[in-house]
């Protein structure tokens, strides 16, 4: 419980140094590429791990509805890919914004599913 009261008591400043750090990875003219992640798909698999931490840090930050959630995450997920769009050595791509909804409809399905199982009812 003590890592839970931190988190939600430094939300907002997790958020906001998670959403640079996304920011930068999603914008940078190469992108990091390591060895364990040289599957097929592995970009849309880390949209999706991607798109988890932001609703998890966005959630414990401001609390939104979940339908307000996941319009503002759908919002920069299509931002990012029109910017990348225009970055040298980047593109856009739909699946990526479908990735990233995927991502972060996982996180409100399992807070979802936590509140209703009792997790964190404190």
Partial sequence: ???????????????????????????????PKPAAFSFQHADKVAHIGVFFVLA???HLAFRP???AGMLLLLLYGVAIEIIQHYVPG?????????????????????????KRLGFFSR
């Fill in 90 to 114: 980047r593109g856009a791509e739909l699946l990526d914004v479908v990735a990233d909804m995927v991502g972060a409809a996982t996180f409100y399905t399992a807070w979802w599913g936590s």
């Fill in 65 to 67: 509805r979940v339908w």
């Fill in 1 to 31: 419980m003590l890592v839970l009261h931190f988190l939600r008591r430094h939300g907002r400043l997790i958020f906001i140094l998670t959403l640079v750090l996304v920011s930068f990875a999603l914008l940078a003219q190469r992108p």
């Fill in 56 to 58: 998890l840090t966005l």
